[in-house]
């Protein structure tokens, strides 16, 4: 009986683990990146440069404020690809921790403290500009 619990209790924190933002194929990237566009409820659009295999970034400016980017860095490996990082306004990105990380965040407690976290996922301030990140998804 020992055994079975560890084994249970082992697998859950695997699963936990696993992240259903790595390994992906072209068209699950771009899935990932649209439904974090969408999200948003920005209606980013596409920097002419914006996709940029090289330096694995895909890029996005808000046509109403050009200030305002909406940023997905990922990486590229042999079985796939890896969101590691998305970046833009806190206003942006909030609305994707909460739909997709921690439904019971609160965006003063979040923007006050600087930083959230979910497993290995945080959610926090650059500290040199005004721009929040999401990474390690």
Do not use: C
């Not at 890029?59 to 109403?64: D, G, L, R, T």
């Not at 965040?105 to 929040?132: E, H, L, Q």
Request: aromatic letters at 18%; a positive charge; zero cysteines.
């Amino acid at each position: 009986m020992k055994k079975l619990i560890i084994f249970f209790a082992f697998a859950s924190f695997i699963s936990n683990a696993q992240s259903r933002f790595i390994k992906l194929d072209s068209a699950k990237l771009i899935k990932h990146v649209e439904s974090f566009i969408w999200l948003t409820e920005v209606n980013y659009v596409a920097d002419k440069n914006s996709f940029d295999w090289g330096y694995n970034n895909y890029q996005f400016v808000n046509p109403k404020n050009e200030k305002d980017l909406f940023t997905i860095r990922f990486e590229r490996r042999a079985d796939g690809f890896d969101i590691v990082r998305v970046s833009g306004t806190f206003d942006s990105l909030f609305k994707i921790w909460k739909s997709d990380f921690d439904r019971k965040a609160d965006a003063d407690t979040v923007k006050n403290t600087g930083f959230a976290i979910d497993g290995r996922t945080r959610f926090n301030k650059n500290k040199d500009s005004n721009y929040w990140s999401i990474s390690s998804l």
